[in-house]
Antibody
Framework: QVQLLESGPRLVKPSQTLSLNCTVS??????????WSWVRQHPGRGLEWIGY???????YYSPSLQSRVIISVDTSENQFSLKMSSVTAADTAVYYC?????????????WGQGTLVTVSS | EIVLTQSPGTLSLSPGERGTLSCRAS???????LAWYQQKPGQAPRLLIK???RRATGIPDRFSGSGSGTDFTLTINRLEPEDFAVYYC?????????FGQGTEVEIK
């Protein structure tokens, strides 16, 4: 059973860099079969796609965030990471990592449990 | 960027009724590139439908998806108490993936 688990600081100061890791168990992140993505959800709001990385270093980001976001992979730890720079209170959200792939249709599954990151001084 | 617009924003229904949720894309999306999710408070989204109409593993057959091009539908037959939640569509049709804003199915 594949599981994803987010980790990282829950409180980040304005203008600093938000850093989260997603540790994958039950699958190899370097297999090349899947796309490893980040999604966030502002309190009481809908889902916002942040971006993904495919092994081989192909990355795509939301146009509204791409100037501040980097997604990378650490195959030795079987995890992928999100870094978001110059954060403001508007970046306070629950951050989810998810595996995306194709099998009779594209999908995102499974998802991590999510981690609430608060941007505040 | 493909924009997905879900309607209605809120659907008020009673258990046992049928719910019909719409997801409209700003440009054509291949059916294979459209998925639906259910999210309950405090939980991560749960995959319901992939490829517009294929139920994910373990999803009851009261959930069905249909549509093509720019118009997609999620139908929930005979609503059960556990089906009251927020539902999102997601498209994978371009390099920039996007979600609809969600439809809340609430108890009438």
């Amino acid at each position: 059973q594949v599981q994803l688990l987010e980790s990282g600081p829950r409180l980040v100061k304005p203008s600093q860099t938000l850093s989260l890791n997603c540790t994958v168990s039950g699958d190899s992140i370097s297999s090349g079969d899947y796309y490893w993505s980040w999604v966030r959800q502002h309190p009481g709001r809908g889902l916002e796609w942040i971006g993904y990385i495919h092994y081989g270093a192909t990355t795509y980001y939301s146009p509204s965030l791409q100037s501040r976001v980097i997604i990378s992979v650490d195959t030795s730890e079987n995890q992928f990471s999100l870094k978001m720079s110059s954060v403001t209170a508007a970046d306070t959200a629950v951050y989810y990592c998810a595996r995306a792939g194709y099998s009779s249709g594209w999908y995102s599954d499974p998802w991590g449990q999510g981690t609430l990151v608060t941007v505040s001084s | 960027e493909i924009v997905l617009t879900q309607s209605p924003g809120t659907l008020s229904l009673s258990p046992g009724e049928r719910g019909t949720l719409s997801c409209r894309a700003s440009q054509g999306v291949s059916s294979s590139h459209l998925a639906w999710y259910q999210q309950k408070p405090g939980q991560a989204p749960r995959l319901l439908i992939k490829g517009a109409s294929r139920r994910a593993t373990g999803i009851p057959d009261r959930f069905s998806g249909s549509g093509s091009g720019t118009d997609f539908t999620l139908t929930i037959n005979r609503l059960e108490p556990e089906d009251f939640a927020v539902y999102y569509c997601q498209q994978f049709g371009s390099s920039v993936w996007t979600f609809g804003q969600g439809t809340e199915v609430e108890i009438k």
